[in-house]
């Protein structure tokens, strides 16, 4: 085994309960390291991160440039086309002209004043979750409070109907896509993506052909309204407003109470979005994000050549003392100079940031006010994959 690799191994649950002694480890051994098991290049430091964030030399694809013989990648087996047709019209996974495209007909449906006026659901909903799990006495943190408020709030956004039985499976469709997120998915889950890629699909088909008949106040009947996106584009935004929309959120809420009750602190309610910024920082949801190199860079005088990936480390990053200081590693629920690249950069700078900031706050707002004894009922697991983020449940007592 080389020095990188017994640096960062993705795979050991060490690493996945806590990353961060391994990220400073590879920010001292240098700014890029080839990585044999995942082929790729690791970025772990924070003005790495930064400027190839937006860097137009990387691409989330390479489809629009090259074709995969002349990129030296194989395609991907055709029976997992349909996660692939859903996944690649998406914005997130589109470059140049069609996302450019996209992102601003999307940013026409999809306004602050989208975000605005779903203030108020958004904390009727916060109160009303975390009532219940108070009445109860506590409970699974995840289960009951942050996992269903996101995924509320974007069927709420979307205009997903509440008799509509398949708002219930809304969830389990993202989740079963989201495996594929993960280094080197199984069969087992590229075949879960599938199935689910084709039946949100179909779902979200029918939808949107009854919003044409009969648009409503809803995101699909602006989208239909902005006019410029195929169906197939429509239909992959709104998958993406989902998954991206939640999984993070969730993990942001779960993440950061259990690290505030580890700690031992609560934030002060008066000062509550600098303490969010900060847990957003301080364990990062999303801990790495992938780009194809379309034409040779340097880093840290290393030549990354076309054609190859890089691993940009977003949890290495949020800690690189070179951007936060001598107090990177610690939890300051005030700190004032906090510039965290949790939400991106550049071109795909995450759209939905406002709202993910209107949710947390609810929400951590909530739990502050109406559990001031919230404590850990067990010590929760973490979920194998390291790159989102999370625990499959936290246990707590009000
Ligand atoms: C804590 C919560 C969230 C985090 C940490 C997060 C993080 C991110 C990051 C890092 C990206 C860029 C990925 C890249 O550059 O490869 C991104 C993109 C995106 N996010 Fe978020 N996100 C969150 C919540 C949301 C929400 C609530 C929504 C919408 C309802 C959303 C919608 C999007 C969309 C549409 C994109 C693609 C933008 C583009 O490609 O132009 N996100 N997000």
Known sequence: MDAVETLYDPWSPEFVADPYPAYARLRAAGRAHWHGPTRQWLIPHYEDVSALLRDRRLGRTYTHRFTHEEFGR??????HEPFHTLNDHGLLDLEAADHTRIRRLV?????PRTVENLAPTVRRLAAGLVGDLVA?????LLASVAEPLPVAVIAEML?????DEERARLRPWSAAICGMFELNPSEETARRAVVASIEFSDYLRELIARRRKSPGDDLISSLIAVEGLTEQEMISTCVLLLNAGHEATVNTTVNGWWTLLKHGVRPDPEKLSTAVEELLRYDTPLQMFE???LDDIEVGGQVIPRGSEVALLFGSANRDPARFGPT??????TRADNPHITFGAGIHYCLGAPLARLELEAVFGELLRRAPNLRLAAEPVWKPGYVI????????EV
């Not at 194989?74 to 029976?79: Q, S, T």
């Not at 940013?107 to 306004?111: Q, V």
Request: glycine fraction near 14%; charge should be negative; charged fraction near 30%.
């Open 107 to 111: 940013s026409k449906a999809f306004t």
């Open 159 to 163: 205009g997903v109907p509440e008799e």
């Open 74 to 79: 194989e395609a991907p087996p055709a029976a």
């Open 328 to 333: 990177a590693d610690e939890l300051d629920l």
């Open 389 to 396: 983020r999370g625990f499959d449940e936290l246990l707590v």
């Open 291 to 293: 780009r194809w190199v």
């Open 136 to 140: 109860a006495g506590g409970g699974d």
